[in-house]
């Protein structure tokens, strides 16, 4: 393997074309400068150059050491510049989060790489214990989720409250918040949180709630844009965090409501607990702070 010492005096060398004039510009001695070129010359076990008085002339090994060792030496500078620079608007940037809050982010976060075009977002949707482990497995950049991580390589800060709404269907009779016996006759739209959900919210405001179970089954849909579909044609109710609520396209055909004892989740930002985030990463994670941050004071009452 070449010395890449030897190789950039070499170079320089070549480059200067005076053995003098090159020991001043490496900080060497003109000694020092024929010791590199004679070790280099051992190295490959042949002939570089060819020294006549003052002056010398490459041979044909030389010539082709040149080329190819300029060029070797350009790409360990431009190796050495990228793992040292850390731009703020370049690069990948992974996150996951639970999908409610996706549907917030993930549309300004694409706002925020448009005008920065060396961001590249990429963005998942997933459960908790998903980002969590994805987080402890270095998988993703960043993570967010509403429930406090577990995994000792984790860490994690409250950044945001997430309401929880109840979603009937729009109609005239429904102005008021709903009774009890209005849920009940309505039916429950299910979704893979809604136990989770309903059970929190309806818990706190209704002294006859004790399960969803308690409600007639009137559908499920695992696809958090398509959950209120089903509620907007009034085939029933449902209960989620307020972001789903917000993404969703017909809101002329909803009610929401937080209730009279409203209840929200904690949003947490979850990262590796040993790895320093990239100055990108930071940039994103302030930004989606700023926009949960927004967020909040807009929260349906």
Known sequence: MIDPRLLKTFCSLVDIGHFTRTAEQLFMTQSGVSQHIRKLEDQLQTRLLIRDARQFILTDAGQRLYRQGKS???????????????????????????????LKLYPQLLIQQSQHPGLSIDYRFAPNREIEQAIAQRRIDLGFTSQPPHHEDV???????????????????????????????????????????????????YSSFEHVEQFIRRGFSNQISLILQPVSLGLGFTVLPSYAVEAFSEQDKIATFALNQPVSETLYQIEHRQSPLPKRVQTVATEIRQILSASALNVPR
Request: with cysteine; charged share 20%; net charge negative.
């Open 155 to 205: 860490k994690s800060q409250p950044v945001a409250e997430e309401p929880l709404l109840l979603v009937i269907p729009k109609q005239a009779d429904y102005a008021a918040v709903p009774q009890w016996q209005t849920l009940c006759d309505l039916g429950f739209i299910g979704h893979p949180d809604a136990e989770h959900h309903a059970g929190l919210l309806l818990q706190a405001n």
């Open 72 to 102: 070797l030496l350009a790409d360990m500078e431009h190796l050495a510049a990228s793992v040292i620079d850390d731009p703020e608007y370049q690069g990948e940037v992974r996150v996951m989060s639970p999908g409610s809050v996706g």
